[in-house]
């Protein structure tokens, strides 16, 4: 991935709020430049901050905001760190650049402290606009960044986002669209299909999950919204 892209410097704000108040040490997978750990620590005094990044460039300017940053790839670094550190592991739009994402889940897994969570947020490939380019205009063009950005190599709709997360071992507490489109095209859609795929105005969705042996049975389960 080049280091010029301009999502290394997104804030990421809207997935501030499935982070754990209580949270006090966190991990960012895919860091970038650091701009969504900064923000937190930002936002809340006495965070700390751990990143991990595979871009050198990237993972250089995040070591200005961060409180410890790992240059490289997330699966080598991850069982060099120490176990049961982290109330929170970030994955910000990562897991759909890997091949077999359900590896890293597992890896990160204990290094979660007790009553930890994964902060993850994936994008949709049923988001209105992208099964428009698709369905009515016969197109699937790569891009440098979206739904169809050239380095994915998984795609995902918020059932199988779900699974995914299911069979390497964790609980889905909550799966909620973020980024919803406003398009006229897709209100007047709702409508007509009384709201049947109200999924697809959602770019991405964010979720929250715990290890599954972790969650008792009175615990929040999935978010039922799309």
Excluded at 43 to 50: D, H, Y
Aim: glycine share 10%; net charge negative.
């Amino acid at each position: 991935m080049s280091g010029s892209r301009t999502y290394f410097g997104r804030p990421r704000r809207e997935m501030h709020t499935f982070v754990p108040a209580s949270a006090r040490i966190i991990l960012d997978i895919g860091c970038g430049a650091g701009a969504f750990g900064a923000g937190l620590k930002e936002a809340r005094a006495g965070l700390e901050v751990w990143g991990i990044e595979f871009d050198p460039d990237a993972a250089a300017r995040a070591a200005d905001v961060l409180d410890k940053v790992f240059t490289g790839d997330a699966r080598e670094i991850a069982p060099t760190l120490p176990r049961g550190r982290f109330d929170c592991i970030c994955l910000n739009d990562i897991l759909e650049h890997l091949q077999e994402p359900e590896d890293l889940l597992r890896d990160v897994a204990p290094l979660l402290a007790a009553g930890g969570c994964l902060v993850v947020s994936l994008p949709s490939v049923r988001y209105f606009h992208n099964l428009a380019d698709l369905v009515l205009r016969g197109r699937w063009e790569y891009t440098d960044e979206g739904i169809c950005d050239r380095t994915h190599l998984r795609f995902f709709t918020r059932s199988s986002m779900q699974a995914m997360f299911r069979r390497a071992g964790y609980e889905v507490r909550t799966c909620r669209g973020i980024n919803p489109t406003g398009a006229v095209g897709f209100k007047v859609f709702n409508l007509l299909t009384l709201g049947r795929f109200a999924e697809m105005r959602y770019l991405q969705f964010a979720l929250v999950c715990t290890p599954a042996a972790e969650v008792d049975d009175g615990q929040e389960k999935a978010d039922p919204s799309p």
